[in-house]
Structures are given as C-alpha cells and as structure tokens.
C-alpha cells in the first residue's frame, strides 16, 4: 500500500511538473512571437551593418553591436574573446564568359572564398566537365592539362533533407581546385550548390590543402544557370572556351571576437549551457540565413529567459562565434579556452541552418542522453516540432565535443536553405519572421530543459 | 504449434506489405521531386494565365487548360461539369485617403469580394473603430449612425496555426458590413487578415445576409500598415475622416465548370476517391497558392500513378472545383450529382492551404478509420510527414460528408500562408518548387494507402 501510495505521489508530482513545463513553454513562445525582438536585431544586423566577411568592417561592426545589444538586455556578464582570423577580400565583381568562336555569352561567376585571382585580364581555356574526381582521374593529365574543370555535379533532387544533398556535392566546390591542379588544370569552375536553376552564383570556403601558393589556381562558382547553359554549349562543341577574372586577396589573420553573454547559474553556476551561432557571414548577400537567424535566435534564448521570468540554476551563455565560414576560428578559441580554464561544458545547441519554421533538433550525444531528450517530445507537439534524431550537431560547438557533453543543432525546415545560401539573395527579405521567432522559441525551450533537468551523467565503462 | 505458424506467416505477409509500401511510397517521392510536373502547371496557370475569379475569362481559360493537360495524361475519363457561378468584378482600382484636415493619406485598400460600389465619387465620414461585434453593440446606432465602421482586430500572433488565428478573425471580413448596417453605418473598412505588417490589403468573400440591395454599404479591406496608420490617426483626433471608392459590380450568374478526371478502378470501380482544390481564385494575384498549388497538385497525384506504374484497384479521381473562394458553388454541385448518381465515395482529400513544405493531413472520419490512418504515420517518416490529426477537412469536400467517408485535407506548413492569401503578392514567386513537390508526393501516398487498403466500414448503431 505504502508503494502504491509512493508511485502515486510520483505520478502526481511528475505530472505537476510536467504541467509547470507546458506553462514555460507557452510563454517563451507567446513572449518570442507577440513581443520578439530577434526580427528586429535581424533587420539591424543585415539591413544596418550587412555581408560579415571574417576580418571585415562589418565584421567588426556586428561584435560591436551584438556587443551593445546584449549589454541592454542586464545579463550577468557580457565580454569579447580575442581570436585571430583569415581576411580574405573579393575585389572587384568577376566576369565569366563562355567563348564559342567569336560569340561571347557572359555567365553569372563568383570567385570561392580563399581562392586566389586570375591574372588582371582573366584566363581562357578549353573546359573540360567532370561529375567527380574519380573522372578526373580516368580523364587523366592528358586530357586535363592546360584546361578549366569544371565540375558539374548537381545536387540530388529527390533527398529530403537538402543538406544530405549538399554533402553530397560540396567535395567539388572543397577540394576541387586541389584535384585538378594534381592533373595540370589551370582554373576550375564548379556548379552552384543550390537546388533551384537561377542566375545566383553560390561561394562557398575550399582548400588548397599543401600545395604551395605560387602553384595554386583560381576557383570560381558559377550558377546553376550558367552551368546547365555551359554543360549545354559543350555538347554542342567540345571546343568551346570558358574565360573569368577574378580579384580576391588573401591578407595576413587579423584581430577579432567572439561575443559572449551570460546569466550565472543560481544552483550550479559552473555547469555551463551554451547556445550560439556564427557572426560572420558570405559577403555576397547580407547573411540573413547564415547566419544572422543563428545569432539573434541564440541572443533571444537569453531574452526570453529574463522576460518570462526564469532564473536558470545552470550558467547559460550565448555565444556569437566569428569565422565559422572560412576557418572556424572563433569555435576553435572558444573550446580552448573553455579547456584552458577547466570550464564544464553540459549542453551546447547551435543554430546555422536557416530562419526556417524550425521542425526539431539532431543530437550527438549518449543514448541515456537522447532517451531524456525523448521523454520531452510530448512538451514540444503543440508547436510542431517534431524532429528528434541523433546526427551531428554544428561546426562552432564541434571543438567541445566530449564523453560528457550534449551538443545539439536546431533543424529547420530544409527546403528552402540552399536557394539563398551563400549567394547575393541571402538577405532580410528571404526571413519569415514567425519562423525566425519560433525557432527562437524552440531553441529556448530545449535549452529550459536541460537548464533544468541536467544532462544524464554517463559512466565510463574501463577498457 | 499451427496457430503460432499463422501468426509468423502474418506477421511476415505484413513486413513484406510494409516494404512494398516503403517502396511504393519512395518511387512516387522521387518521381515527384525529380521529374514533377506540377510547378510547370503552376506556371502556366499563374504567369500564363493569371488570376482565375469565377465567371472570367481567365477562369474559363484555366478550365481549357488543365482539361487539356488531364487529357495529355492519358486518363480513363476527362469530362467538364457544368455549374452556374456568381460572377463579381472589381472594376477600376480603389482608391483610399485618411483625411485630416486639409491633409490626405494614401492608404491601400480593395474592396472585399460581393460587396457593393461606393458612389463614383467616393464616400467620406468620420471613422469608429472597433475590435468586434460587441463593441458595435455597446457602441450602438447613436455613435456609429452615418460612420465608416472601422474593424481593426488582429490576427493573433502567438497561436501556431495561423489558420487559427484567421479564424479567430474573418467574421470581421464576412459579417462586418451586414452587422454594420445594423446601426446605421454608410461603409466598412476591415484589417486585412494578414500577420505581416505591409502594404497589401487583402480581399475575401463577404455577405450581406437577408439585407435588401438597396440597404447595403460597401466593404473594403485595409492592408495592416494601412489599419497601423488609420488607428493612431484616430487616436491623435477623433474626428479624422475616412475617404474611399470603390467600382466593384455584381452580375447574374453565368456558366463555369468542374474539371474532373479519373482512373477507373481495376477492382472496385465503384468505389471512388477524389483529389481536389480548387480552380478559381481571387482576382488580386495570380492564385498561386491560393489555390493553383492545390489544382497541380491534385491533378500530380494522378500523373505520379501512372509514372509509377501503379494501377489503383479503386476509382481515382481528380477534381478541380469552380468557385470555392465565393460561392462554394463547385463544391455542392459535384457532391449533387454524385448523390444522383449513387456514387460510393470513400475517400476525399483536398488541397487548399497553400503549397508550402507538407507537414500531414487533417482528418474528419471514424474513429477506426484514424486509427487506421495512425498505422502509416511510420511510412511516411522519411518524408518528414508527422501530423495526423482529426479536424477539419476542406471547404469543397465538405458536401460529400457522411458517416462512411473519409475526408482529409492536406496541411502544409501555415507560417507563411496569410502573407499572400487573396492579395496581389500571391503569386507564383512565392512558391518554392521543393514544397510543392513534396506535397504533391504526399497526398498521392495517403491516396495510394486509401486505395490499396481501403476504409475500414462503419457499423451503424441502431438508436
């Protein structure tokens, strides 16, 4: 009897919670969607300050506001850690044209971040189109030696989730000028990662791995349009020519920040909750998707925290990391610097994939961890959400990564991402602002959670 | 020993179904998104033809075209039904001004759908606002007699579904002017039903009820930033005027069409399914999500069964419904002629919430027939389906209800549905390909389930 009595009280204190858990929830959405102001910091960061290129202007003009921004919102403690990035410039717009006998028809081209300029007058070769590398390597020196690669492969329609098809394609924009250079070629032009046929050229970061700088070649992307126009111009004839310019630079690193935030911990200030997202962006467009929606959604987490009234017993920073796009720099620094002062990290969530209706969250983390996170399901299907499944989490909060940590990415509706990533139309206009507010919502939910049930510590098992 | 020999041979009858279903359902999701046809529908019917109001030309047009497009698909059965429409035009733009004093604001209206004229040269008055019924009552004839009745309710912001939210609002839309009239008001100016704030005044069926011609007033729509403006006018001065005209005209009815076309079952022909939305749309846009998506997607429905090489054992069929937007008159003239008929339709599924990411069905059906639909929920999984619900249906499906039929209504992501619904930036733009794709794939697996499996038959409890 005395059991019964027990497991009753049990249910009936669960239940209690679980009901305390529901009202929280419903006003971090109600406050993010009736008084929200991460559409605002938004249109300030992309409308006021613009493309946040690491080591540019605006870069440092987004840590300065961001900077000032959290400062009003009374949060414990607000400061700038220091990190050295790459600085990386575009210059002057290219030009691409594919040259068929005297007929000239100009191509919407964008040079890759980190890739270096063609001489002053561009260059003009043959092309030759390749789907992959296993092609190149079949094709061979001979075939290849003295052209332009390009690499044609598109992304795969008939994935569901469009970053499956982005990885599946982004070994191209990577590594492919470190392919070719192996087989003589003197430029590459790689198709667009974007679903849609338009005339917006994507960038994108790629590599030169080891090779030396005076042996490296440029690498530009070129919209989905103008691929299928060049694939097309080719059939025709095999002879035709590709010529581009571009202009970019690389500078020595520079000086800047990551921006971080916090409210103490009231029971266990040091265990430390992160949630953040990258302060730099392309320079192409305003950076709205990537990451904007990541930064004022993760600055919103704290906000919404202060205004409905919730003082977390764990430490929850924000943090707004730099160089997430061409070198994950600010990621880097924030994990070593955390390891160098034995900080415990419990929970990490960022946001870099879009200002999508979010559906849920992926989750790199132990399996007692993911069947707590199960058990808060219930808690989000009046908003939708879904999506609950392990997979990788985010490139800033990777570098934290270890047996005790929960690191999760909120995952966004996917469909959309790829028409505006990376490329000029990643702008203010492209944001729905419910969406953006009720991935704001969602994410200070989860963050709620684990702010208030812990993470489950797991046992290390002797080898 | 033989029962347990039944129960394996069930239990692996029913994986094997199981995976035949998983297949089933990838073939028609691949074909979908990557050989769909359904955006190239939409493109025609929105940028070739336009907005499709009953009674225009454009609509006629569109009757013509997708009958033809039927046709091209090399369906059993393509036939026109004929259904008699109101018929209203919007005439020569309106026009609206803010008068304070000697100084004039333009604000953007249009007319709501049925409504009357103003005099050529508009109506002026002083202006009452309110935010419901109620307060006209309160209000009563003493205050409001010779006024501009102003409604200015917003949608509610913090409900997830914005169809919600909508509906917490539109009698405003459908009832203002015949409420208004009750107290001696000469016009009706309503807050569009939009969640934005912006520039566009969105338009809508509304009714004057019982209320002789010669009584009724006219009724326009305000875009939000408009009602923003108008509503802190009247609070700085009371006494601020409201101007507007309007050249709408209501004519007798004229002749228009169901498109319907079908497949005609292997096994049961006599049990038939219908896919629909509906054809017509307001005459602002261009209908592109409201409702062509739904119109494309019905009739991809029936092209994915054919692509797949799937032959329905039950009729299938696809219909385009005339004049849901002001009249429903489509609608009930094809659940009329079915009844004459004796038709047995089992299931009905309707498109008309835009062609935005798909997140599942709502249903209205048996309590064994949802738990039927309960035991797919994990086919559609991969495709990121996960809303099943009872609720509502559709508009043009409802007449077909009894207590046999399934009725089902597809539901998109509601996010961003109320920022183009029945203004002029509905249009094809708007739709992204992806989203579309997706929810034509998933209302053909919900179709291909209904077919393959059937419903399950109410008994009828004796009273």
New interface residues.
């Given amino acids: 009897m005395k059991k019964i009595l027990v497991l009753l009280w049990l249910a009936s204190a669960i239940s209690f919670a679980q009901s305390d858990d529901e009202k929280q929830l419903k006003k971090v959405?109600?406050e993010s969607?009736?008084n929200g102001k991460s559409y605002a910091w938004l249109d300030h960061l992309s409308n006021k300050i613009g493309g946040r290129l690491s080591g540019s202007t605006n870069a440092a003009k987004a840590v300065q506001y961001t900077k000032a921004e959290l400062e009003a919102l009374g949060l414990d403690k607000v400061w700038l850690q220091e990190v050295m990035v790459p600085k990386w410039e575009r210059g002057k717009p290219e030009e691409a044209f594919i040259v068929m006998g005297s007929k000239k028809v100009m191509v919407p081209i964008c040079a890759l971040g980190g890739s270096v300029a063609t001489p002053e007058a561009g260059i003009e070769a043959e092309v030759i189109e390749v789907q992959n590398f296993e092609e190149l390597k079949t094709l061979g020196k001979e075939k290849i030696q003295g052209k332009i690669v390009f690499y044609n492969r598109p992304m795969q329609?008939?994935l569901?989730s469009?970053f499956e098809a982005y990885g599946g394609c982004v070994n191209q924009r990577y590594a492919g000028a470190k392919e070719a250079i192996q087989y003589g070629a003197i430029g590459v032009v790689v198709r667009s990662m974007n679903?849609?046929l338009d005339d917006y050229p994507h960038t994108g970061s790629m590599s030169y791995g080891d090779i030396a700088v005076a042996d490296r070649i440029p690498a530009a992307a070129i919209s989905t349009k103008g691929a299928d126009l060049l694939s097309k111009a080719l059939k025709l004839n095999p002879n035709v020519k590709f010529k581009f310019s571009q202009h970019c630079k690389q500078y020595e690193d520079v000086l800047s920040h990551n921006v971080i935030g916090e409210i103490t911990g009231s029971e266990f200030p040091n265990e430390i909750i992160i949630v953040g997202g990258h302060l730099d962006s392309w320079d192409l467009g305003d950076g709205s998707h990537d990451d904007g929606a990541g930064v004022v959604q993760s600055m919103e987490v704290l906000r919404l925290f202060k205004e409905t009234g919730y003082k977390p017993k764990r430490t929850i920073r924000v943090v707004l990391f730099m160089n997430e796009e061409n070198g994950l720099r600010g990621g880097r620094k924030y994990a070593e610097v955390a390891k160098t002062k034995g900080e415990k990290h419990i929970f990490a969530l960022e946001s870099d994939a879009g200002g999508f209706?979010p559906?849920g969250f992926s989750f790199d983390c132990s399996d007692g961890n993911f069947t707590q996170v199960e058990s808060w399901r219930k808690l989000f299907k009046?908003?939708?959400i879904?999506?609950f499944e392990k997979g990788g989490s985010g490139a800033d909060i990777g570098p934290l990564k270890d047996d005790q940590i929960v690191l999760a990415g909120l995952r966004p509706?996917s469909?959309?991402y790829f028409?505006h990533h990376h490329a000029e139309n990643d702008t203010f206009d492209a944001v729905?602002?419910?969406?953006l507010e009720?991935g704001a919502a969602t994410m200070t939910s989860l963050v709620y959670l684990f702010d208030k049930y812990g993470t489950v510590k797991e046992k290390k098992i002797k080898g």
Same sequence: chains 1, 2.
Wanted: charged residues 35%.
């Fill in positions: 959405y109600s969607l009736l329609a008939d569901i469009t679903l849609r209706t559906r009046p908003y939708l879904h999506y509706d469909q959309r028409d729905n602002k419910r969406e009720l």
